[in-house]
């Protein structure tokens, strides 16, 4: 087999949406009869079936690769590495997206809503995914994240129109972006340690890294990426917010897709930073303590897309802390924990499924009904029994409740969580009691919303005419997307092995590889029945009986999310965050930038002068050999006299005249000095500038202002003096020592020695002007002539104030 | 005949001190433009004194060119005095 030519085909495949993406805006502007969703829906289609294909490879521990080389220099390349774990996300993500793009086109108004630019951000976002979970350049896979930033931005301000959508949409950017960058920091340290951009090598070469000084730097910093993009605590703030996109977008990306490429990160990453202690705390900490926040908080929710929307948060909290837990299997051999990978990549599976089809659920309501506050819906179950039907299976699947598929990983999680009690290393068998009982009461908070969402939204009073929307069943083709995604929820508990076999092991195998030869080594069978032994059954008991007491009695002690202050909140936190940084930069910029040219005129010399000054000090530079002086001629001195008498004259003169006659003063001495140094060329352009100078002062004498006009205080005529005198004190030194210390001898004794052979002159100066170096005088003629031209155009072009102020508006 | 040179210095020297307190001074602008005017025909016997003292002739055109210039600024400044401004406009027009 041509091996080369097929590979070459399938890394293109991750930018068949990208292409498509182009070809949408036509299809919506020309193909008016048909939704444009039907195309798109091709894409999602042919790339579930074609990556389906890759199974069979996968199953027995084989990984396909295929590459094109991007900046070969820097060693950047699109690579597509598809093992079972990219193998798990890609199925994910075309599989939901197939489901999702169903479900829009009848979700989406043909007329009403703007689908042309609806499916090109959702055909970005995919490709941008594809390329997260399959590349295995850190460079490439970081320019596909950012483009799940970008594209995710765009679908949560889908409705740009309104302020919240606009608002959520820049909170998650700001978010995701703010861990997108720490991450690239991560990717970078990491290539320095490996010197490779390529994950599969880092990864060969995880035991070295662990050593490095790097190393806690980069798992920090990716984590951090990892943590703000999967939402978890405390970045998971934007993903309440983001549910201002339209229904879709919150199915597919803030439940099963992007949200998770935190966790295929840190799935990814476990090979090379799993072996460290922190890795294992930050994982499995921050997840417990997301797990048990979402829970706690999604029952506070009145909105049905919010309850969801921390359930995920929550949910991504327990995936992400079996992830930890499954890391710990680096330290012992005990099955437990191999168990624990299994489980988080398990209940991602389950997640998707039962979320996905919740967030449909939750869009139907709201398209039916026209609300989606909890407070107003009830009795909903006689009207849309379809809708029930999918968001109870759902809903209990999420609780953990048998026969649905979330029961396994749930009692999957649990026991893991129970197991890390008796883990020895790194404290945990001091702090490890902790983490089963956080579990526990999670999973009963968990249990409560769930019941708290299906049971609200569809049993009880009926309040239907007080609906803004007659409500009815949606139609079917709106239903089958969930349906699909419902009967998956309980195909999935009766075969998790088949699932397991085919998916899930060669998944493990790729987050652990050094443990596992083959996905066949992978000793587990789930069992949904462990006989009454097993520690996971009792709880879950414990959590049906806790967690219905607390659905009854939820009235009576939900005043306790009261007690909690508005101030203290986290999104409180982020906004005050917002509004101070921005109110100190405005501060702090107001508080330098005065607009006044003296104020940055006293900055840029205070800076060179103390700069300078030091600089020559600490480097020991400042040197006076007084031998190198010339011996001081009387002339010499009596004409330094007279030009310091003119300088003072010009600084403490009174009146603007005496000023500018002094400054005249100071131009025929220094043309004196030329003389006295003799240099006629100088002395005679020095005279002519210093008459032309003087009379263009008294050409402009009427428009200059009055000196000492701006009153200017004690204070800053100290600051000025204090100033001028260290600038002065600076330039002498410099030129002192400058002096003192030349290096190499003057070139000059060559100018002399041709001047007359080579160049045929008697003048050296103008010799070296308009020979030796021509080129200087000609930019210098070209400056006279800007000067020229710019003052003929600022006399004639007068723009009258009127006109500018104007335009400024 | 360096002495000579050396003294006629001194005394230009001096005089151009006494002129220049004039040009401080004042009290009106008048005096300080003649002071002015008097230290450029001074600067020009400077100049010429020290060309015997460097031996050179190159100094020449400066002493022509200050002659000139002095008489420019002068002119300008006189014109200034009188009428605020040193170019007229041309108000025929």
Redo the contacts between chains.
């Keep these: 087999m041509d091996g080369r030519r097929i590979l070459l085909e399938f890394v293109l495949l991750i930018f068949l949406p990208f292409v498509f993406a182009i070809l949408v805006p036509f299809a919506y502007k020309y193909i008016k009869g048909i939704h444009t969703g039907w195309f798109v829906l091709l894409v999602p289609l042919v790339l579930f079936g074609y990556y389906l294909s890759f199974i069979p490879l996968t199953m027995d521990g084989g990984h396909a690769i295929s590459e094109i080389k991007w900046i070969p220099t820097l060693g950047i390349a699109f690579t597509s590495y598809i093992d079972g774990l990219s193998l798990l996300f890609t199925l994910l993500i075309t599989g939901i997206g197939s489901l999702v793009v169903l479900y829009s086109i009848f979700y989406m108004d043909k007329k009403k809503e703007n689908l042309g630019s609806f499916y090109v951000y959702l055909l970005l976002f995919m490709t941008a995914m594809l390329g997260v979970v399959q590349s295995d350049n850190t460079m490439t896979l970081y320019l596909f994240w950012e483009l799940t930033s970008i594209s995710s931005f765009l679908l949560i301000g889908y409705w740009y129109t309104r302020d919240k959508s606009r608002f959520g949409a820049l909170k998650s950017m700001m978010i995701t972006v703010f861990g997108g960058l720490m991450m690239l920091g991560g990717f970078i340290l990491l290539s320095i340690m490996g010197e490779t951009f390529s994950i599969r090598e880092l990864i060969a070469q995880a035991p070295d890294l662990v050593s490095h000084p790097y190393f806690t730097s980069a798992l920090i910093l990716i984590l951090l990426g990892a943590f703000t993009k999967s939402a978890q605590f405390p970045f998971y703030i934007w993903l309440p917010d983001a549910m201002e996109a339209p229904t879709p977008v919150s199915a597919y990306l803030h439940s099963a897709t992007m949200v998770k490429a935190g966790i295929y990160l840190v799935a990814r990453f476990t090979p090379i930073f799993g072996t460290s202690s922190t890795w294992i705390w930050l994982v499995t900490g921050i997840g417990l303590l997301t797990l048990f926040w979402g829970s706690f908080f999604a029952v506070k929710q009145t909105d049905l897309k919010a309850i969801l929307a921390f359930s995920t948060v929550s949910q991504l909290g327990l995936i992400m802390s079996l992830l930890g837990a499954g890391a710990i299997s680096y330290h012992t051999t005990e099955a437990m924990f191999a168990f624990a990978t299994y489980a988080a990549i398990f209940h991602l599976i389950n997640h998707a499924t039962f979320k996905g089809g919740l967030f449909m659920i939750a869009g139907i309501i709201d398209h039916e009904t026209g609300t989606r506050d909890i407070r107003k819906l009830g009795g909903l179950m006689s009207i849309m029994p379809l809708s029930f039907t999918v968001a109870l299976i759902g809903s209990l699947s999420m609780a953990g409740l048998p026969p649905f598929n979330g029961f396994l990983s749930k009692e999957m999680f649990l026991e893991s969580m129970v197991a890390l009690r008796h883990f020895e290393l790194f404290q945990f068998d001091t702090w490890g009691i902790l983490f089963p009982i956080v579990a526990w009461v999670a999973s009963v908070f968990t249990f409560t919303y769930s019941l708290y969402f299906v049971l609200k939204t569809f049993l009880g009073q009926g309040k239907v005419d007080q609906l803004p929307k007659r409500p009815h069943e949606a139609p079917i083709g709106m239903l089958v997307a969930p349906m699909i995604l419902a009967s998956l929820v309980i195909i999935i508990f009766f075969i998790p092995n088949v699932l397991g076999k085919w998916v899930i092991k060669p998944a493990v195998m790729a987050v652990q590889p050094t443990l596992y030869g083959s996905p066949a080594d992978i000793d587990i069978h789930v069992l949904a029945w462990h006989g009454f032994g097993s520690v996971g059954l009792w709880l879950t008991v414990a959590i049906v009986i806790v967690g219905s007491l607390l659905y009854l009695t939820i009235p009576k002690w939900q005043p306790l999310y009261k007690l909690q202050p508005a101030k203290l909140s986290l999104n409180e936190g982020y906004d005050a965050l917002m509004r101070g940084s921005e109110k100190g930069m405005n501060r702090l910029s107001r508080a330098y930038m005065t607009g006044l040219i003296r104020t940055y005129l006293l900055y840029m010399f205070a800076f060179l002068s103390v700069t300078v000054i030091a600089v020559l000090f600490i480097k020991d530079a400042f040197v006076v050999d007084m031998n190198s002086f010339a011996a001081i001629t009387?002339?010499g001195a009596?004409n330094a006299v007279?030009l310091l008498?003119?300088i003072g004259?010009v600084v403490f003169a009174k009146s603007r005249?005496?000023a500018i006659?002094?400054l005249?003063?100071v131009g025929?001495s220094v043309?004196?000095f030329f003389?006295?140094f003799?240099a006629?060329d100088l002395?005679?352009t020095q005279?002519?500038i210093?008459?032309v100078s003087?009379?263009l002062f008294?050409?402009a004498?009427?428009h200059l202002p009055a000196l000492n006009e701006h009153g200017e205080t004690k204070k800053t005529k100290v600051v000025n003096l204090i100033i001028s005198l260290s600038v002065g004190v600076m330039v002498t030194l410099v030129a002192l020592s400058s002096h003192s210390q030349k290096l190499i001898p003057s070139i000059s004794q060559y100018y002399k020695d041709t001047v007359a052979t080579e160049a045929g002159g008697g003048n050296i100066v103008n010799v070296i002007l308009v020979d030796y170096r021509g080129f200087d005088t000609l930019f210098e003629i070209a400056v006279l002539a800007i000067a020229g031209i710019a003052v003929l155009g600022m006399i004639r072009l007068r723009v009258s104030r009127k006109e500018t102020t104007d335009e400024n508006k | 005949m360096n002495i000579f040179i050396w003294v006629c210095?001194i005394i230009i020297?001096l005089s151009?001190?006494g002129t220049?307190i004039r040009?401080?001074k004042?009290p009106s602008?008048p005096d300080?433009?003649i002071a002015?005017d008097g230290?450029?025909v001074m600067?020009i016997s400077?100049?010429a004194l020290?060309s015997i003292v460097?031996d050179?002739i190159?100094?020449i055109?400066?002493i022509l060119?200050?002659a000139i210039?002095s008489f420019?600024?002068t002119v300008?400044?006189s014109k200034?005095i009188e009428k605020?401004?040193?170019?007229d406009r041309d108000t025929h027009r």
């Design positions: 009387l002339y009596l007279i008498l003119s004259f005249l005496a006659i002094a005249g003063g025929y043309a004196l003389v006295i003799k006629p002395a005679l005279l002519v210093e008459t003087v009379a008294l050409l004498f009427k | 210095l020297f151009m001190l220049l040009v401080f004042g602008t300080r433009l002015l230290i450029g600067l400077i100049i020290l460097f050179t190159f100094f055109d400066v060119l200050i210039m420019i600024g300008s400044f200034f605020g401004a040193i170019i």
